[in-house]
């Protein structure tokens, strides 16, 4: 599935700020993401519900999850 310019650019300002503020490389936070299945599984096919949201909201939630779904897979 194609996704338009929004959802990409949504999932980018998620990414590098979630990045930010763990204090890591976006390029690492997109390879952690990606892993847990975050990008197209939370990301891209949800900007309907995640771009309503402020950036504080989306990045916390981006990380929580991402926390959450490599804690499951241990």
Not at 36 to 42: D, E, H
Not at 46 to 66: A, K
Request: charged share 20%; proline share 1%.
């Amino acid at each position: 599935m194609g996704y338009s310019y929004d959802n990409i650019h949504l999932s980018i300002m998620a990414i590098e700020s979630a990045a930010a503020q763990l204090n890591i490389s976006g390029s690492e936070m997109y390879q952690r993401l990606k892993a847990q299945g975050l990008v197209g599984n939370f990301l891209l096919p949800f900007y309907d519900e995640l771009h309503s949201q402020s950036l504080e909201w989306l990045t916390n939630t981006t990380i929580e999850t991402l926390k959450n779904w490599e804690e499951a897979k241990k």
